[in-house]
């Protein structure tokens, strides 16, 4: 079994910051591609950011110079900090990631966390 624990979302006003960090558990050989996606009231979930094993990070281009993606390998997490935030931004924000489990090494999963609400106004 692996889980996915995300943290840190909350209410702030617009131009603040959060950072969110999720964490995977459980029985991982190794976690692979990690991500960040959003789902807003009314709206379908999309991708905000991910980032591979190696460190290599893709946006969506309205969080383009506003968020970062990062990762810590021996701690199965990954992070997002989100700077300049606007109303827009207001969404459940989900972790996922790519995890290969210690009785099936040569096969990844993607895995999902419940994900932690956003809410940016003033």
């Known amino acids: 079994q692996v889980q996915l624990v995300e943290s840190g979302g909350g209410l702030v006003q617009p131009g603040e910051s959060l950072r969110l960090s999720c964490a995977a558990s459980g029985s991982i050989f190794t976690t692979n591609a990690m991500g960040w996606y959003r789902q807003a009231p009314g709206k379908q979930r999309e991708l905000v950011a991910s980032?591979?094993?190696?460190?290599?990070?893709n946006y969506a281009d309205s969080v383009k110079g506003r968020f970062t993606i990062s990762r810590d390998n021996a701690r199965n997490t990954v992070y997002l900090q989100m700077n300049s935030l606007k109303p827009e931004d207001t969404a459940v924000y989900y972790c996922?990631?790519?995890?290969?489990?210690?009785?099936?090494?040569?096969?990844?999963?993607?895995?999902w966390g419940q994900g932690t609400q956003v809410t940016v106004s003033s």
């Open positions: 996922n990631g790519h995890i290969a489990t210690v009785t099936h090494r040569t096969y990844e999963n993607v895995y």
């Open positions: 980032i591979t094993r190696g460190g290599l990070a």
